[in-house]
């Protein structure tokens, strides 16, 4: 018994041995494996730490590039679009009366003036209004003229004369006007002539208004003072026959002029 326990001691010593030896490189793997993982941790730690920084300032550099490009589109907008205007506050209408609207009466035939054979004829300047004869028969116009006076005016032919006031008997009223022209009046026995002045007067029929030559002739012995002839109706009226006051003046050119409403 005492020679197997002492082979077996040593055999035991040995196993010992074997075994403690064992434990200690196993000790000695775990702590190599724990210190790579703990630098592989701080390596990787340090990664994410210069990606967050790198990324940081890549957001700040993008958020900047988007701030400038968003504020150089708007300038660009404020340049080409013009702000909102308000429309202007419309005009209140106001209403015209029957006489602002009143240019006178008058038919038109291929925007010539029908006219009767009687009209009433406005004279500006005096401002008379006269029953006015309208006669194609002849050639020029012509004014009821009394006391016809020539004289020079500024080394012009000039004509002083009187006309009838509408209405009133025997009462003139004198006018001064420069000679346009002269015309050449044959008497009844063919010998003598009669010099007349032609005279440029504006007057006014109906809606129509103009400026006409007029020759100046005593027509006291005649119903109407005033005569219309072809150089006042070409082109310009028609005369309806057997028609009379076929048109009407303004009513604020009857209610100012001197003579028959």
């Known amino acids: 018994m005492l020679s197997t326990s002492k082979l077996l001691a040593p055999a035991l010593l040995a196993l010992a041995a074997l075994f403690s030896g064992c434990a200690s490189d196993t000790v000695f793997v775990k702590r190599y494996e724990m210190q790579g993982l703990?630098?592989?941790?701080?390596?990787?730690?340090?990664?994410?730490?210069?990606?967050?920084?790198?990324g940081d300032r890549h957001y700040e550099e993008l958020r900047e590039l988007q701030t400038?490009?968003?504020?150089?589109?708007?300038?660009?907008?404020?340049?080409?679009?013009?702000?909102?205007?308000?429309?202007?506050?419309?005009?209140?209408?106001?209403?015209?009366?029957d006489e602002s609207r009143d240019t006178g009466t008058?038919?038109?035939v291929k925007g010539k003036l029908v006219v009767g054979e009687v009209e009433k004829a406005f004279l500006v300047?005096?401002?008379?209004?006269?029953?006015?004869?309208?006669?194609?028969?002849?050639?020029?116009?012509?004014?009821?003229?009394?006391?016809?006076?020539r004289f020079e005016r500024d080394g012009q032919e000039w004509?002083?004369?009187?006309?009838?006031?509408?209405?009133?008997?025997?009462?003139?009223?004198?006018?001064?006007?420069?000679?346009?022209r002269n015309v050449r009046i044959i008497q009844a026995n063919e010998e003598d002539y009669e010099r007349r002045a032609v005279v440029e007067l504006q007057f006014r029929i109906g809606d129509h208004e103009q400026k006409a030559e007029f020759t100046l002739t005593d027509r006291g012995h005649l119903t109407y003072s005033l005569l219309i002839g072809r150089?006042?109706?070409r082109d310009v009226m028609l005369i309806d026959v057997g028609k009379e006051y076929g048109t009407e003046l303004p009513r604020s050119v009857r209610t100012s002029a001197i003579g028959s409403n």
């Open 231 to 233: 150089n006042i109706l």
């Open 106 to 108: 008058s038919d038109r």
């Open 159 to 180: 004509v002083r004369f009187d006309i009838p006031v509408p209405g009133k008997d025997d009462t003139f009223e004198t006018l001064e006007r420069k000679v346009v």
């Open 125 to 149: 300047g005096p401002n008379f209004i006269y029953d006015a004869r309208i006669d194609s028969g002849a050639e020029t116009s012509s004014m009821d003229a009394r006391n016809v006076q």
């Open 68 to 97: 400038d490009a968003t504020q150089r589109i708007i300038a660009t907008i404020q340049q080409q679009v013009e702000p909102p205007k308000c429309p202007p506050i419309p005009k209140p209408r106001t209403c015209e009366n």
């Open 38 to 54: 703990q630098e592989s941790v701080a390596s990787q730690q340090g990664d994410l730490t210069h990606l967050k920084v790198t």
